[in-house]
């Protein structure tokens, strides 16, 4: 099999958590879904928790790859956080790739399970905690890193939804107000 094939596979399992849920996430489905024979999937990942902590490393690496991008760039970390994601533009499609994948892995974690927390939580957890510490180390007042970072938040789950963008002079005026110095 292809080096893509592995991709594809977990492309699928994010869809096929996005479009119908945890409760339909099983090797075979997800093999139907990605084009491959369930021992072809079973190569790749040899148990369905083998396939979430794949995803889970998956959405680690995009997310570290993605920040370092942008910190090479010279853009802040708090204007990345608070830009309003295009679809249409080759760079914030890339984007929100990171984000479907990032939504794909919380529709597995189990909110009924036991107090501890499990690998896709943990794996989640430092995704988070990342852009959370590079927001923190930035920007000066906690109170407004966490605004940015909840204003960012909002912003990306407008997109993930397919909501209508919001008015993009409104919204600059609301980023700068919160970069000011």
Do not use: C
Request: without cysteine.
């Amino acid at each position: 099999m292809s080096p893509g094939t592995r991709d594809r596979i977990l492309d699928a399992l994010e869809t096929l958590l996005l479009e119908r849920g945890a409760t339909q996430m099983t090797l075979d489905n997800v093999a139907a879904a990605a084009g491959v024979s369930k021992g072809g999937l079973l190569y790749h990942f040899k148990s369905k928790d083998a396939l979430l902590a794949g995803l889970v490393h998956r959405l680690g690496d995009r997310a570290r790859e993605q920040l370092a991008q942008t910190m090479a760039k010279g853009t802040s970390i708090a204007e990345w956080y608070l830009q309003t994601p295009d679809p249409a533009t080759e760079a914030d499609a890339v984007e929100l790739t990171l984000y479907r994948s990032l939504l794909a892995t919380m529709r597995t974690i189990d909110a009924s399970a036991g107090s501890e927390p499990d690998e896709v939580q943990v794996a989640l957890d430092a995704v988070l905690t990342a852009w959370s510490d590079g927001l923190d180390a930035e920007v000066d007042d906690p109170v407004r890193a966490d605004t940015i970072r909840l204003v960012g938040d909002g912003v990306y789950l407008r997109a993930l939804l397919g909501l209508p963008p919001l008015d993009p002079a409104r919204y600059r005026a609301v980023v700068d107000r919160l970069l000011e110095p």
